[in-house]
C-alpha cells in the first residue's frame, strides 16, 4: 500500500474531523506537490458530495485537484484520468449516477465513497509515476 492510499485511509476514517471526499484525495498528495495541508483543505473544500449537488464525484474531481497540483493537467491527460474512471464505472462520473447504481446493489453510501476515494488517490498516483512526477 501507498503513502498516499494509507493517508486517504486515515482521512476517512477520522471521526473528529470529516474530510470530504475531494479533499481526502487531495490532502494525501498537498504536501508533496508544495501545498499545506490547511490550504489543500480550502481549497477542495466545496468539492465533497459531486460539488455539494452530486454533479461529478468529489474524489474523481479531488484527483483532478491531485494532477493539477503536479502540473498533469493537459487535455489527454484530463482525458485519460476520465477514460480510466468511466471503464471503471459502467461510463458514469456523476455522485448521483454512482450513488444511485451503489444503492441498487445494495452497498452502503460511505464504504462507496471511501473506494472512491482509495480509487481515484491509486489512480492519480499511476498517473504521475507514468509521467515521473513522483
Known sequence: ???????????RADTVLHYNCAQAVVLPFASDAGLSEEMAMRVSSNFGAG?????????????LMALG????DDPAAVNEYHRRLRERHEGHLDCADLLRINKELGREKKPHCDDMVFECVELVETMLREKGLL
Open 69 to 72: 497540483l503536479f502540473g498533469l
Open 51 to 63: 460539488m455539494r449537488r452530486a454533479a461529478v464525484c468529489g474524489a474523481i474531481t479531488g484527483g
Open 1 to 11: 500500500m501507498s503513502k498516499y492510499v494509507d493517508k486517504a485511509k486515515q482521512l
